[in-house]
T-cell receptor, first 115, second 110 residues
Framework: EAGVAQSPRYKIIEKRQSVAFWCNPI?????LYWYQQILGQGPKLLIQ????????DSQLPKDRFSAERLKGVDSTLKIQPAKLEDSAVYLC?????????????FGPGTRLLVL | AQSVAQPEDQVNVAEGNPLTVKCTYS??????LFWYVQYPNRGLQFLLK??????LVKGSYGFEAEFNKSQTSFHLKKPSALVSDSALYFC????????FGAGTQVVVTP
């Protein structure tokens, strides 16, 4: 079974530029998560989708971050404009139905450096 | 506020010795508890989780974790550490929200 796929793996941009990350979850998984992992910290949930609907985006900086999962499968996370403090690893995860007892499976992440 | 704490930034252990990575939580109700491991430049890999039942949970790669409700702890253990266990370990609690601890770097020396 294929795991969670993410691209690109690395991205370097200048501040105020825009950037987009892509995620394809495990086939059949209804729930998709985007996390931000700043160096030295644990991952922080940015947004959770159930199929193509948003379940939780309480920690998403909505003035600059946006995410979509239009067909309930793959997802895109965008930052516009980027700030220096957005430098982090962006992790995508998926789970079967999104229940609190379910295991989340993570992709390899996209490492973003904002200069 | 709900929180997950990993009190040690780093744990150093010699190969062959027992390994313990500590985790405590402050979450109302009965959260589900998880351990993940992260190797350099890779995503998080699931090790084990506590849902209910036996307080000792066995997981991947010889790891186990002990749930202690009275102490609100979920410590990760391995009886005999390997150099290849050197990685970043994260504890997480799930109660509708999913929250990670800050992580503990494990260094196993030959």
């Amino acid at each position: 079974e294929a795991g969670v796929a993410q691209s690109p793996r690395y991205k370097i941009i200048e501040k105020r530029q825009s950037v987009a990350f892509w995620c394809n979850p495990i086939s059949g998984h209804a729930t998709l998560y985007w996390y931000q992992q700043i160096l030295g910290q644990g991952p922080k949930l940015l947004i959770q989708f159930q199929n193509n609907g948003v379940v939780d985006d309480s920690q998403l900086p909505k003035d600059r971050f946006s995410a979509e999962r239009l067909k309930g499968v793959d997802s895109t996370l965008k930052i516009q404009p980027a700030k220096l403090e957005d430098s982090a690893v962006y992790l995508c995860a998926s789970s079967s139905t999104g229940g609190p007892q379910e295991t989340q499976y993570f992709g390899p992440g996209t490492r973003l450096l904002v200069l | 506020a709900q929180s997950v704490a990993q009190p040690e930034d780093q744990v150093n252990v010699a190969e062959g010795n027992p390994l313990t990575v500590k985790c405590t939580y402050s979450v109302s109700g009965n959260p589900y508890l998880f351990w993940y491991v992260q190797y350099p430049n890779r995503g998080l890999q699931f090790l084990l989780k506590y849902i209910t039942g036996d307080n000792l949970v066995k997981g991947s790669y010889g790891f186990e974790a002990e749930f202690n409700k009275s102490q609100t702890s979920f410590h990760l253990k391995k009886p005999s550490a390997l150099v290849s266990d050197s990685a970043l370990y994260f504890c997480a609690a799930s109660w509708g929200k999913f929250q990670f601890g800050a992580g503990t770097q494990v260094v196993v020396t030959p």
